[in-house]
């Protein structure tokens, strides 16, 4: 009896041809960094705001609105690097979302990669990078713990640090690609931070325009941004009015408002004085450590050197930072 020996044949079917691989917390810092950005904005030759960005093409950034707002000029640093990139201005703003593109002159740095639409799961590790009151290039790690709804739009919730320079950075999954933008912290409380989804980047990308300058953005939280309702750290939520000064002691009281829904604390706000040229001739800072319930106002003292009293009476009060409350 002849014996038929059939071959085995093995076939390999490879359901998905995209292979996902994990990157280490080193190689994902050592791969994002050249993409992120420290952002200065400007008015007048003066800082307003500190924030974070990421290249997602040629000359363009991604940041948060609330980022340029109050600014007419700017310039974007890409973390470890000296040189200072111009911002042009922007072709593209989501103020619902909190999103805008940037444009910058002559960049030739890399791309980060964005993640697809679909949100995270929550449990899944993630990174965020930024600059922290400036702190360039800081790197944390935490993961997504839960995902909320607003209005039917969707908030990352994550356990990463998130503080005020942190604003428009990039929130990085474990494969080194983009889901988020980080907008918001709740310092009050115990690992409560915010990223906007990927999938909003994908929407302001296709609705570009032609580049607009930058020309002083005074955007309506409560009436156009939905991060609004949960407190975000944009400036012009805490506003001023009834400014009166006394010229024989030097002396100002000024009402600070709140303007969000939720009560905030320590306020910390710089007073600048100008001539009469519209030329800043000094400035003060004043805190206001104590709670100012949502919609309120609470007066504020302060003082300055001798010699201001000249002043046009022109002032200018700036929002430097203020913390939530529960």
């Given amino acids: 009896m ?5 071959p085995l044949i093995v076939t390999i079917i490879f359901l998905n041809h995209n292979i996902i691989i994990s990157q280490t917390a080193q190689e994902i810092a050592k791969r994002t960094f050249p993409s992120v950005v420290l952002l ?3 008015d007048k030759g003066q800082p307003v705001s500190l924030g974070s960005g990421f290249f997602v093409s040629d000359n363009v950034i991604v940041t948060n609105a609330h980022v ?36 910058v002159k002559n960049s030739n740095s890399n791309k980060i ?4 639409s679909e949100l995270p799961e929550v449990g899944e590790d ?28 969707s908030i990352i919730q994550i356990t990463a640090p998130i503080s005020p320079g942190s604003s428009g950075g990039p929130l990085i999954n474990s494969t080194g690609e ?8 709740f310092k009050s409380g115990q690992n409560l931070n915010f990223a906007i989804p990927v999938k909003y980047i994908y929407s302001l990308l296709e609705n570009t325009k032609p580049l607009e300058k930058l020309r002083n953005l005074l955007i309506d939280n409560k009436g156009k941004s939905i991060f609004y309702k949960i407190g975000d750290k944009s400036t012009d939520a805490i506003s001023w009015s009834n400014f009166l000064w006394n010229p024989v002691i030097d002396w100002f009281t ?27 001739i000094d400035f003060t800072t004043i805190y206001y450590y104590e709670s100012i319930p949502s919609g309120l106002a609470k ?4 003082s300055v050197e001798e010699g201001t009293r000249n002043f046009s009476k022109k002032v200018d009060i700036r929002v430097l930072n203020f913390e939530l409350e529960e």
């Fill in 126 to 153: 993630v990174y965020a990078i930024g600059n922290p009151q400036g702190l360039e290039g800081t790197f944390s790690k935490g993961i997504i713990s839960s995902i909320r709804d607003i209005d039917g739009h």
């Fill in 68 to 103: 340029i707002q109050g600014s007419t000029s700017g310039y974007a640093k890409v973390i470890n690097k000296d040189s200072k990139l111009e911002i042009l201005g922007y072709t593209a703003i989501d103020e619902l979302h909190d999103l805008v593109l940037l444009e």
């Fill in 2 to 6: 002849k014996k038929f020996i059939i």
């Fill in 254 to 280: 000024v009402s600070i408002i709140n303007k969000l829904n939720i009560n905030v604390s320590k306020v910390h706000c710089i007073v600048i004085f100008y001539d009469k040229n519209d030329n800043p």
């Fill in 178 to 185: 983009v889901i988020g933008v980080a907008f918001a912290s």
């Fill in 113 to 116: 990669k964005l993640g697809k």
């Fill in 299 to 302: 007066r504020v003292e302060g």
């Fill in 40 to 42: 200065v904005m400007e």
